[in-house]
C-alpha cells in the first residue's frame, strides 16, 4: 500500500484545513487508517482512525470536537477536516494504514507527510 498525503498549508488561528490521503494498492480499503502528527521537537503522536468500512472513529482525547476523520473507499482516500486549528496544532501530519486489530497501536504502511502551519 503506498499513501500519499496532501492538503497542508498555512493558516490563520481559528481557520480550518482539510487533509487528504490517496491510498494505492488493490486491498487499500481493507485497512483502519490513521492520521499522526510530529511538531518540531517533539515526538510523533496519534492524531485519529477510522476504522476500513468507516463505521467506527477513534480520537486523540486533545483532537475531540475539533478535527474529524473519514473516508471514501471509491476514491480510496481518507480525509482529517480540522477546525478552530491553533498555533499548537503546527506540525508535519501523517497518514498510515494498518491491519492491526482495533484500536491499532501499530501502523505498517506510512505516507510521505504535509506540513500545516497555524499562525497566531
Known amino acids: 500500500v503506498q499513501l500519499q498525503a496532501s492538503g497542508g498549508g498555512l493558516v490563520q488561528a481559528g481557520g480550518s484545513l482539510r487533509l487528504s490521503c490517496a491510498s494505492s494498492?488493490?486491498?487499500?480499503?481493507?485497512?483502519?487508517m490513521g492520521w499522526f502528527r510530529q511538531a518540531p521537537g517533539k515526538e510523533r503522536e496519534f492524531v485519529a482512525v477510522i476504522s476500513a468500512g468507516g463505521g467506527i472513529t477513534h480520537y486523540a482525547d486533545s483532537m475531540k470536537g475539533r478535527f474529524t476523520i473519514s473516508r471514501d473507499n471509491a476514491k480510496n482516500t481518507v480525509y482529517l477536516q480540522m477546525n478552530s486549528l491553533r498555533p499548537e496544532d503546527t506540525a508535519i501530519y501523517y497518514c498510515?494504514?494498518?491491519?492491526?486489530?482495533?484500536?491499532?497501536?501499530?501502523?505498517?504502511?506510512w505516507g510521505q507527510g504535509t506540513l500545516v502551519t497555524v499562525s497566531s
Open positions: 498510515a494504514a494498518t491491519h492491526s486489530a482495533w484500536v491499532p497501536k501499530e501502523y505498517n504502511y
Open positions: 494498492g488493490r486491498t487499500s480499503s481493507s485497512y483502519h
